[in-house]
């Protein structure tokens, strides 16, 4: 088996997201009458650590809050 070349080893890392929008449904045809509609915020952060004992291989765990 030829010697394992490239990046190898442990990789921690950190993400934080956030996001808000509006959903305002459209209806063509019969539909309920009135619609609606609603806004929606998502926000949340990921801590991991990554390993990769071999060139073509990675484990990891991820924790996580949104």
Avoid: C, K, Y
């Avoid at 070349?5 to 309920?32: E, M, N, Q, Y």
């Amino acid at each position: 088996m030829p010697a394992a070349t490239g990046d190898t080893g442990l990789s921690p890392w950190v993400r934080a997201f956030g996001d808000s929008g509006d959903v305002s449904p459209s209806f063509d045809g019969i539909a309920p009458m009135g619609g609606g509609g609603f806004h929606q915020s998502n926000r949340g952060w990921e801590v991991g650590l990554d390993a990769r004992p071999l060139d073509h291989l990675a484990v990891g765990a991820l924790v996580a809050s949104a």
